[in-house]
């Protein structure tokens, strides 16, 4: 019998794929990159209001609505500048009142962010400072999301501020400060560093690697009289930073950006990409002059996995010795010290709180002590960028409390206070 060769027509290549398909386990979907989590991250309820402050506060917005909500905030920033800014007491009847006033402002924040501009909301702070200053050619929308992202990272992780930033507002003026095209050259590496911070800690590492990776660790970030000429024009204050403050402050922020990254790629389970990270941060620590036993272990660390496994092991040693070294810090270099050289993985030994407080020690405290936060933290500006972010961040925390349901918002204030 003479048997009839079949052709399998496209259609039916087409069932044969699905069919086999539908038998694999798991998903064979793209997996998502950083950016599309972040793009996800962003459109939420928090920017959408952290928007509507932002139109509300122009003083080109005429409406009824925004004027109301303008009044809300002006009053509450003036309430905080009288005092160390972010010490301001909110009562809850402000915040509610004024989480009611950007609430009904919610779609033209929500709007704004569909449009996908930069410069949508109108750039803000220029507009509402004191027009002598003359920033309007500094402060466009680029450079206002950089002062926006630095103001906001400070406030929030400040010890003297602690303001409650939603973490989707950091990441939404994150994503559009371009560090690569400031009108101010010298803030580009401090934007990319708290750029980093932000995306590291919001386990957006691929992000963070990108922007730290940028950020020079073996020489200066910028010159001192560059960087006061920058913070002159910026405040419209004399400023005087010595090169050793400059230096340290470039340094404070590699650090801060790097070991944000190789934090980041730690708790993802992948070291590999942890340590170059690890040991720009070191490079940055070395710069700082600093030698304590978190950067001693982390150097013992980075030698073992991926370097001169003698250098890892002689800094390991000084840890397991070292009989006021915390007995966590210790425990985990002897674990270290079994695997050193060895091919695998070596970050599950790794103490990943010994590298937060690495972090936390060698950049923002070191920051801080160079000097540069507190010259900038005086000024107008900063307190126009801090009491702006403490407010309405602060209002509509506490606001949260008090309100259970934002829609209903504006009937459960007037029932609350009996207005």
């Known amino acids: 019998m003479r048997v009839r060769k079949r052709t399998v027509t496209p259609r039916a290549w087409l069932v044969l794929v699905v069919a086999a398909l539908s038998l694999l386990e798991g998903c064979m979907c793209r997996k998502k990159s950083d950016e599309d989590k972040l793009k996800a991250a962003i459109d939420a309820t928090p920017v959408h ?34 005092q160390d800014v972010g010490e301001a007491e909110i009562s809850p009847k402000d915040a509610a009142s004024m989480a009611v006033a950007l609430w009904q402002l919610r779609s033209m924040g929500k709007d704004a962010f569909k449009k996908n ?33 630095i103001g906001l990272t400070i406030a929030k992780v400040h010890p003297k501020l602690a303001v409650p930033v939603p973490p989707e507002v950091l990441l939404y003026e994150a994503w559009w400060a371009d560090a690569s095209d400031l009108t101010l050259n010298t803030f580009a590496p401090i934007v990319r560093g708290f750029k980093a911070y932000v995306y590291g800690t919001s386990e957006l590492c691929d992000l963070a690697d990108k922007e730290s990776s ?16 920058d913070l002159e024009k910026l405040t419209g204050e004399k400023m005087k930073l010595t090169e050793d403050q400059s230096d340290h402050s470039g340094a404070a922020i590699a650090a801060l950006a790097n070991g944000a990254t190789a934090l980041c790629y730690l708790k993802r389970d992948e070291p590999e990409k942890a340590n170059p990270a690890l040991k720009r941060m070191l490079d940055a620590a070395d710069r700082l002059g600093i030698e304590d036993r978190a950067t001693i272990f982390l150097r013992g660390y980075v030698e073992c996995a991926e370097g001169d496994a003698k250098v890892g092991e002689k800094n390991l ?4 010795n070292d009989k006021a070294a915390p007995e966590r810090l210790r425990n985990a270099a002897e674990i270290l010290l079994t695997r050193c050289g060895q091919k695998g993985p070596m970050a599950k030994s790794l103490d990943r709180v010994a590298l937060a407080a690495a972090i936390s020690m060698i950049a923002l405290h070191h920051l801080e002590q160079a000097g540069v936060v507190d010259a900038i933290a005086t000024s107008k500006l900063a307190r126009a960028i801090v009491g702006f972010t403490a407010v309405v961040g602060g209002a509509l925390d506490k606001a949260k409390a008090s309100i259970p349901d934002y829609d209903g918002a504006k009937e459960t204030v007037k029932g609350f206070f009996g207005q």
């Open 117 to 149: 501009k930069r410069d949508v909301p109108k750039p803000v702070l220029a507009a509402t400072l004191d027009p002598s200053l003359g920033l309007e050619k500094i402060l466009d929308a680029n450079m206002e999301h950089g002062l926006f992202l």
């Open 214 to 229: 940028a950020i020079p660790t073996d020489g200066a970030l910028f010159s001192a009289a560059s960087l006061s000429k």
């Open 49 to 82: 209001l952290w928007l509507s402050a932002k139109i509300a506060m122009h003083p080109d917005e005429g409406s009824a609505e925004t004027r109301d909500a303008r009044k809300a905030i002006q009053t509450l920033i003036r309430a905080a500048q009288k």
């Open 317 to 320: 040693k000084k840890i397991v």
